[in-house]
């Protein structure tokens, strides 16, 4: 669901009907599949990968790891399915070694963002990106 902010942004974007799209979410953003696979995951996908991240930079020498994650809402259509919001939210982790030798924590970072495209060619194309919110 939506919040009020999102619905205000969409509504400006795409007119007042709005009807949330259902379907695999890749199917519909990537119909082609032209994207790396790695790109989309689910959440037991995310929850494995983070952990590896974890395990690994805790053996390297390295002094700080970053993981970035991305959700995104299912896009909502204009009428004519040539305009596009995407609300995405972006979470950053980030880990760093102390000199004590201990991995010490960050509070995550967030962001929260509508996305419009526009479909030129059969191709969409990223118009502006309206802020939401951010942490």
Known sequence: MLDADSMRVVR???GSTVRPTTGDFRAIVDPDQRADATA???DAELGSYTAERI???EASSEPNMQIDRR???YPIFDQFRTKAVVVVTH???DGRFHSSGKI???PAGLGVAAQV???VGGSWRFLRSH???IS
Do not use: N, P, W
Request: hydrophobic share 50%.
């Open 55 to 57: 395990a690994e930079f």
């Open 91 to 93: 979470l950053v982790l």
């Open 40 to 42: 989309f995951c689910t």
């Open 104 to 106: 010490g924590r960050h």
């Open 131 to 133: 802020l939401l919110g």
């Open 117 to 119: 495209y526009r479909k």
């Open 12 to 14: 400006a974007e795409v």
């Open 71 to 73: 959700l995104f809402h």
